[in-house]
T-cell receptor, first 116, second 110 residues
C-alpha cells in the first residue's frame, strides 16, 4: 500500500492562477480531509468528505473547492490563488473501526505552495 | 469552535530527561489524538484516547485523558534524540473533522 499520496510536492503560483492539488489513498478509507499548516497556527481544516459524492466545509474553506467522485481521490482546487494561501497542505484519510471509537488516521507528505 | 491549547510551545532538553506536554481546552472532546510530525513530513498518529481518565502507554510515552475529557497530557520518560519533533494534539467528534493545537516543538540534545 502506498498510503496517502499527494502531488505535487512543491508549487509556485502567481496571484490569480488556479491549480489543483491531488490526493489519493489506496486503503479504501471512507473519510478524507484537507488541512493547511501555517507557522504558529497548527493545522486548520479546509474541507472534508465522508464518502464519494459527499463533501462539506471545514474551518477555512474560502478560496478552495473540493469534489469526491471516487473513494480513492480527493482533489483540492484553488480557484484564484492569493498570497494568503501560501502554506503547506496536507491530505488525510481515516475510517472508524467497527464497534469502537478507535479511529485510524493517515496523513500524506504534504504539498508546499508559494503564491507570489 | 473548539480550541485546543498546547504548552509549552517549545521545549529543549538533554537526553535522558523526562518531560510532559499538555493539551487543554474549555470544551469536552469525545476523543483526543496525539501526533508527531518531523520536518518536511505529515503528522503521524501516535495514540487515540476516548475514555475520561484513560491512560495509554507506548514504550516510553504515556498519554492521559482527563476525567472531564477537556485535557490531555503526553509524558516522555528518558527522552532520546529520536523523540525530537513537533507534537500535536487534536480532538473532535469525528476523525475527519479535527481541531488541532498549535503544537509543542521538542528538541532532545544528545
Amino acid at each position: 500500500n502506498a498510503g496517502v499520496t499527494q502531488t505535487p510536492k512543491f508549487q509556485v503560483l502567481k496571484t490569480g492562477q488556479s491549480m489543483t492539488l491531488q490526493c489519493a489513498q489506496d486503503m479504501n478509507h471512507e473519510y478524507m480531509s484537507w488541512y493547511r499548516q501555517d507557522p504558529g497556527m497548527g493545522l486548520r481544516l479546509i474541507h472534508y468528505s465522508v464518502g464519494a459524492g459527499i463533501t462539506d466545509q471545514g474551518e477555512v474553506p474560502n478560496g478552495y473547492n473540493v469534489s469526491r467522485s471516487t473513494t480513492e481521490d480527493f482533489p483540492l482546487r484553488l480557484l484564484s490563488a492569493a498570497p494568503s494561501q501560501t502554506s503547506v497542505y496536507f491530505c488525510a484519510s481515516s475510517y472508524l473501526l467497527s464497534d469502537s471509537r478507535q479511529e485510524t488516521q493517515y496523513f500524506g507528505p504534504g504539498t508546499r505552495l508559494l503564491v507570489l | 469552535t473548539q480550541l485546543l491549547e498546547q504548552s509549552p510551545q517549545f521545549l529543549s532538553i538533554q537526553e535522558g530527561e523526562n518531560l510532559t506536554v499538555y493539551c487543554n481546552s474549555s470544551s469536552v472532546f469525545s476523543s483526543l489524538q496525539w501526533y508527531r510530525q518531523e520536518p518536511g513530513e505529515g503528522p503521524v498518529l501516535l495514540v487515540t484516547v476516548v475514555t475520561g481518565g484513560e491512560v495509554k502507554k507506548l514504550k516510553r510515552l504515556t498519554f492521559q485523558f482527563g476525567d472531564a475529557r477537556k485535557d490531555s497530557s503526553l509524558h516522555i520518560t528518558a527522552a532520546q534524540p529520536g523523540d525530537t519533533g513537533l507534537y500535536l494534539c487534536a480532538g473532535g467528534r469525528e476523525s475527519y473533522q479535527l481541531t488541532f493545537g498549535k503544537g509543542t516543538k521538542l528538541s532532545v540534545i544528545p
